[in-house]
């Protein structure tokens, strides 16, 4: 098997990955973070400091799959590409989707931290 037609096969596989995964990702995705902050918004939970780290975790999450996972879905799956219609999108889609990326982990880790600090011994 040559360099070229594994490369192709490879290429093709992303695309077909990127159009029939995708927008099953994306949807999933959309369902269960509207549901955490269907959840973690209660009147009773919003008292809890764990629990505004999950509800700022879940809006990252929702806004990290509406900006990268749709975009790269819509490029490589259906050979749609938003950043040409908007350079605002064009400049930012980068930044955004990296910035999610991160700042998602990082809500985790203050939910822990909290949760550690909490329930330590020597907090009082």
Do not use: W
Not at 21 to 33: A, T, W
């Amino acid at each position: 098997m040559s360099t070229e037609s594994s490369t192709s096969n490879l290429q093709l596989a992303q695309v077909y990955l990127y159009r029939y995964v995708g927008p099953i990702f994306i949807i999933v995705g959309i369902v269960s973070c509207v549901l955490s902050l269907i959840v973690f918004t209660r009147k009773n939970l919003r008292k809890n400091t764990c629990s505004i780290y999950f509800i700022a975790f879940n809006g990252a999450n929702l806004l990290f799959i509406l900006v990268s996972l749709l975009s790269f879905t819509l490029e490589i799956g259906y050979n749609i590409a938003p950043a040409l219609h908007s350079l605002f999108y064009c400049r930012f889609r980068l930044y955004f989707a990296f910035f999610f990326n991160i700042l998602c982990p990082s809500y985790l880790l203050c939910a822990s931290v909290d949760r550690v600090l909490i329930t330590s011994f020597h907090a009082r």
